[in-house]
Nanobody, 127 residues
């Protein structure tokens, strides 16, 4: 079973930036399509961003467009989320997700489409 490990969360002031990282804990034969989700206190987990296995295609939630950028790393099955101009409403636990991709065009936007999840990393934005 592939496990995903996130890092890079923390406390930042409004207007600041953070970069989250996600990597598969072991080598897998599958190329993964990957995504980021977040869950704020008292709210359901929501989609943030997604990327196909080659990194050429991305999707974003409207709430983060123009502020967040998702990219693939050089190592296989790694992913980053650059978060700029952070706001208090971005405060949440951020989760990395992945699933095997069968086509390079595969990109997934909903929780139920993902097989693998990380434990989450806390992002707190103070006003």
């Amino acid at each position: 079973q592939v496990q995903l490990v996130e890092s890079g969360g923390g406390l930042v002031q409004a207007g600041g930036s953070l970069r989250l990282s996600c990597a598969a804990s072991e080598r897998t034969a599958s190329r993964l399509a990957m995504g980021w989700f977040r869950q704020a206190p008292g709210k359901e987990r929501e989609f943030v961003a997604a990327i196909n296995w080659s990194g050429g295609s991305t999707r974003y939630a409207d709430s983060v467009k123009g502020r967040f950028t998702v990219t693939r790393g050089n190592a296989e099955n790694t992913m980053y989320l650059q978060m700029n101009n952070l706001a208090p409403e971005d405060t949440a636990v951020y989760y990395c997700a992945g699933r095997p991709a069968y086509l390079n065009s595969d990109i997934y936007l909903t929780e139920g489409q993902y097989n693998y999840w990380g434990q989450g990393t806390q992002v707190t934005v103070s006003s």
